[in-house]
């Protein structure tokens, strides 16, 4: 075809995510029992949605300045500096968590960059880094999916620009510990490391608090957002806030990418932080506990202490194996290996009613015996 003399070839390197291919696949299928999807299965809450009215309504549709509404970023950032009370830190807005790592991953990132990912990993990792111009280096975190600092360390080169730390996090629904925290950051500190920390799921901690390593290193940039904590997936908002040099380049190019977050979600933001999201991080609890019993005693699974995943591994077979004979038998799952350099695994995820979660267990079950 004509129109392939015109692809960069950074996009050989970028294939179409895993998951999106099993979206497809959903839609081919009547009545599937879908523990796919990486969203709240909640919606909005009305008090965000009639913030998100008015602003329509009063005319509040034009471009925001870059940074985000005032509004919006003091109050963030009053909450920002009451847990992390450095001088130099710094917050902005931006069009979604990911909005944010594409920012910075691109301010920071010269070509021959070294960064350092947990494998596994949320699927947007090694991309990114790729469009960035950046070598990913992966760190096994196998069988206890734990940020193991020796093995950290034992990756660095003189090349390693950034270490990526995703907590609580997606595939697995780990909750590094507070010590195994404190020990990354403290190491990307002493290295002079720039360590990224993605927090989108931040809320959902069930047994244990969260612990941010921005306590541990003024210079962590934390990437964080509105998306899972209140249902807010398809609006596109979230926050960046780290060291100021780094979020004056940011806030730059972000004027000249996406320009500032949607106008009306921002206003809807300032809502959603008085919004009580209590309710229903203890329902996860109770469906993480719910799907994890249902499976435990035939499948070899952690249980997850965050987000709304669980990673088993597959009980024969491949994790691909795995997850094409459970899609003959309607049930959607993403095999691990869009994840991880590994096809052991396969992601679930318990973000839906109680009744799919059942007929989840009952498929699972099945296949494995």
């Keep these: 075809m004509a129109a392939d003399r015109w692809i960069a070839d950074r996009m050989r390197h970028i294939e179409s995510s895993g998951i999106r291919k099993v979206f497809e696949l959903a839609r081919s299928l009547k009545d599937p029992v879908n523990l796919s999807i990486g969203q709240p299965d909640f919606d909005v809450p009305e008090p965000i949605k009639a913030a998100a009215h008015a602003a329509i309504d009063r005319g509040a549709n034009a471009y925001t300045v870059t940074q985000g509404v005032p509004e919006l970023r003091a109050k963030i950032l009053a909450e920002v500096r009451a847990r992390h009370p450095h001088d130099d830190r710094e917050l902005f807005i931006t069009s979604g968590t990911s909005g944010g790592l594409v920012l910075a991953l691109c301010c920071t990132v010269n070509p021959g960059d070294e960064v350092i990912v947990f494998d596994p990993y949320f699927v947007m990792y090694p991309h990114l880094v790729t469009l960035a111009g950046g070598t990913t280096v992966y760190v096994d975190t196998y069988p206890d999916f734990g940020a193991d600092v020796d093995r950290l360390r034992a990756a660095l080169t003189p090349r390693t620009k950034a270490i990526l730390l995703n907590s609580p996090a997606n595939p697995t629904g780990r909750v590094y510990p507070r010590e195994q925290v404190r020990a990354v950051a403290e190491l990307a500190r002493e290295r002079g490391i720039l360590l990224i920390s993605d927090e989108i799921y931040r809320v959902f901690c069930y047994d244990a608090p969260f612990t941010s390593a921005a306590e541990f290193n003024p210079d962590v940039l934390v ?70 019993d249902g499976i435990k005693d035939r499948y070899e699974v952690a249980k997850a202490e965050g987000a709304f995943y669980l990673f088993p591994k597959a009980p024969h077979g491949t994790g691909t194996e795995f997850v094409a004979e459970a899609i003959r038998n309607q049930l959607l799952i993403i095999p691990g290996t869009v994840f991880s350099r590994r096809d052991t695994h396969f992601r679930l995820s318990y973000a839906a009613d109680e009744r799919t979660l059942d007929r989840g267990v009952e498929i699972l079950n099945r296949l494995a015996r």
Excluded: N
């Excluded at 100021?244 to 996406?258: A, C, G, N, S």
């Design 223 to 292: 990437l964080d957002g509105f998306s899972k904590a209140y249902g807010m997936t398809g609006w596109r908002l979230g926050f960046a806030h780290g060291p100021r040099r780094l979020i004056e380049e940011m806030t730059k190019l972000q004027q000249f990418t996406f320009v500032c977050a949607p106008s009306m979600v921002q206003h809807a933001g300032v809502a959603a932080l008085d919004y009580d999201v209590s309710e229903h991080v203890a329902e996860y609890r109770r469906k993480r506990d719910r799907i994890y």
